[in-house]
Structures are given as C-alpha cells and as structure tokens.
C-alpha cells in the first residue's frame, strides 16, 4: 500500500511518564516489542528514498520510504508484509541490495482516540514519540490531548533527528543495544 505518512515526533521525552499519561488520556497500551531493520539504498546519489525491512515483533514489513520535506505529511510510505525477515534479506541480496545498516530499537505502542502513538527508544539518544493519524490536523490534534504543541513537532526522519545528536547515521553499519 502506498501512501502519505502523516507523523512527527516529539524528541526528548520521559517514556514512562507519557506511557502513564496516555494511558490517563484513555490510550491503549498494544505492548512493547523490539524492532530490528535493514535499511537498503536504492540509488546512493538519493538520500531521499530508501528501502527498509523491518521486523516489528509481530510482522515483517518490506518498504520504500519516499521523503518530499521534513513537513507532517513529507514522506511518502509504500509497504507490504513479508514471509520472512532473514529470507527477504537473503532475497533482496539476490537482487543486488545490501543492506547499507543493521538497526534495533524499543517500540511501546499506544492507541489514542484512532491515532497511533509510539514511544521509540534508540541506541545513543534520548527516547521520542512519534505520532501518527489520518491527516496533519490529526496529528497535531493528538500531540495537543497529550501535552505538545505544534512548535514541538518535527517531521524528521531518524537519521536527521540523529544528527541533532551529533551522530551520523550514514556511518553506523549497525545500530543495537548491546553496543558499548
């Protein structure tokens, strides 16, 4: 399926407060998992649009994430399920892609009032929220229920929201939590 992603995210959070907040609000907790990912180049000379295998706890999903600006609504997703996480990873390497970066992060999940909300934990930086729903006036709907304003949002993906770390994703091979 493809289509525009209306989120942003929030950096800097304290997880198990907005964890306990949301479930305040009237969220629903769908549970923790840890999420593991290659992410794959398909043209090196455009860091716009890559592809990203992802293995969610659950499900294994196969996307190509397609980003016009760092706005809500910037980013355009097209994504399906998978069989396999490592037999997709073996299949694409078949096709001629190798996976540019290993990556892991922790992923709480909520529902509040038809959004999805997800608080995301990464190696090396502070945990954010990230939110997503129907249309930008949604999202930001749904930060302001929870305590945010617009001004808090960005719609930057992770590689940017890295770099106001000062860490360089394009340098990491691989990104877990057992890295010292």
Not at 28 to 57: C, E, F, H, K, N
Not at 73 to 80: I, V
Not at 153 to 175: C, P, Q, W
Request: with cysteine; hydrophobic share 35%.
């Amino acid at each position: 399926m493809s289509d525009i992603e209306y989120e942003a995210k929030v950096l800097g959070i304290d997880p198990d407060q907005l964890a306990q907040h949301l479930i305040d609000k009237g969220g629903t907790d769908l549970g923790q998992v840890l999420q593991r990912r290659y992410v794959y180049d398909i043209d090196p000379a455009d860091p716009s649009r890559w592809m990203r295998l992802r293995d969610t706890g659950t499900q294994a999903t196969l996307c190509v994430k397609e980003i016009g600006s760092d706005a809500i609504g910037g980013t355009r997703e097209t994504e399906t399920v998978v069989g396999d996480f490592e037999t997709t990873n073996e299949l694409l390497g078949r096709l001629g892609y190798t996976p540019k970066a290993y990556q892991e992060n922790r992923r709480h999940s909520f529902t509040l009032d038809g959004a999805q909300v997800e608080i995301d934990s990464w190696p090396h930086i502070p945990a954010y929220v990230e939110i997503e729903a129907t249309s930008q006036a949604e999202v930001v709907r749904i930060a302001a229920l929870i305590g945010y304003a617009e001004t808090d949002l960005t719609g930057e993906n992770t590689t940017k929201v890295y770099a106001r770390y000062g860490i360089d994703l394009s340098t990491l091979r691989e990104l877990r939590f057992d890295q010292r």
